[in-house]
């Protein structure tokens, strides 16, 4: 295991977790006891789940690592109002960056995916950014300076 | 046997499929996808030594099996879908990072997963099935960060195209670096890769 660090998670993120941990020690037990789970007849079931199903060593590693992250798991809280005017975690930042428009929402590392538009609030960018407000400048430098403009902070979906 | 023959066979065709980021940037002679895959399995191990509990013999299937898909399904990269045919054109848009919408950049994840799992699907159908489960295991841990070994090796799987990247910089003056850079900082978060990366400014930046 990675030494225990907290892991930020949106609502979202939390419910995930939780959804997949149900539905794998569901299948874990079917593995053991020769039941068929409630859950394959859902029809939210993760198709992948299904290539898990065979090999338990898989479910069983894969539980371990959500037990260990539900036990450090922190919520990202929705910031009050007066505070809902800085970027923190959670926040959806609307930037303009190289005279380009780009939107990203500022999540922990384990939600992080720059493809898909989260960024880590542990990355140089996200660091950079969090405490700074709408129409402010944030400058990444080393070695190519670049200028981030924060052009809109939201905190809806969280 | 013959099985396994057939899918080394297959999978040998990675040593001579070039990478498509640097083709696009017209760099001669360009590694292969194989290539990639041997140093960022060294980078993956080596860097892993640093890293308290982490699984390295895993880290190391892990990097052997990530880009296997790509004998069907190609080297994609974030430029395909917006490419010109002109290549002044072409040049220009090197210089930049491609941003998209919200929607497209789901849309664009998706159909890459797709087309990698049927691909790896292909690729595996004839074998034994303990080695066709653990294959396709050990890859969805890599895409979706299931384990730290998954979740560190997406990281050390990028840095090792960093590091290339800044070897052709140096070399042939190409691809343009500050799309690099601009995707590396919001791409790497773990604390030895930010470590690793101001070395390599240092390296390639400050000598």
């Not at chain 1, 926040?91 to 590392?109: N, P, Y």
């Not at chain 2, 023959?5 to 292969?32: D, H, T, Y």
């Not at chain 2, 917006?82 to 220009?92: C, E, G, H, I, T």
């Not at chain 2, 042939?172 to 919001?186: D, G, H, I, M, T």
Request: net charge positive.
């Amino acid at each position: 295991m990675e030494e225990e660090k907290k892991f930020y998670l949106t609502k979202e993120g939390v419910e995930k977790i939780k959804k997949e941990y149900e539905d794998l020690r569901a299948l874990k037990l079917s593995k053991t006891s020769g039941e068929i789970p409630k859950i394959w007849h859902s029809e939210d079931l993760n198709p992948e789940y299904l290539s898990f199903q065979e090999d338990l060593s898989f479910i069983e590693t894969r539980i371990t690592e959500l037990e260990n992250i539900m036990k450090n798991a922190e919520l990202i809280k929705l910031p009050s109002k007066e505070k809902q005017s800085i970027v923190n975690l959670g926040a959806k930042v609307l930037v303009q960056v190289e005279g380009q428009t780009d939107e990203f929402v500022i999540v922990g590392s384990l939600e992080a995916n720059p493809s898909l538009g989260r960024i880590s609030n542990e990355s140089p960018v996200g660091r950079a950014l969090l405490g700074h407000r709408a129409g402010e400048e944030v400058m990444v430098s080393s070695p190519i300076k670049t200028i981030y403009k924060i052009r809109k902070i939201k905190y809806k979906n969280i | 046997m013959k099985e396994l023959l057939k899918f080394f066979i297959e999978v040998g065709k990675l040593k001579k499929m070039p990478r498509r980021g640097w083709v696009i940037n017209q760099i001669k002679n360009p590694e292969s996808i194989a290539e990639h895959i041997f140093r960022s399995a060294l980078m993956g191990w080596i860097l892993g030594e640093e890293k308290r509990g982490m699984n390295k013999e895993k880290i190391l299937k892990i990097a052997l099996v990530h880009d296997l898909c790509e004998v069907y399904a190609g080297d994609t990269t974030p430029y395909d879908s917006v490419l010109p045919k002109n290549k002044k054109a072409l040049r220009v848009l090197m210089k930049t990072w491609p941003r998209f919408t919200d929607k497209e950049k789901k849309k664009k994840f998706q159909e890459k997963y797709r087309k990698e799992t049927k691909a790896l699907e292909k690729l595996t159908s004839k074998l034994p099935s303990h080695l066709k489960k653990e294959i396709r295991n050990l890859w969805l841990d890599y895409k979706k960060g299931l384990t730290p070994e998954g979740r560190f090796f997406q990281q050390a799987d990028k840095m090792e195209n960093f590091l290339q990247a800044l070897e052709y910089w140096k070399k042939y003056k190409k691809p343009p670096l500050c799309p690099w850079w601009l995707w590396a900082r919001e791409f790497f978060d773990d604390p030895l890769m930010l470590e690793f990366m101001e070395l390599l400014d240092e390296e390639f930046h400050k000598k």
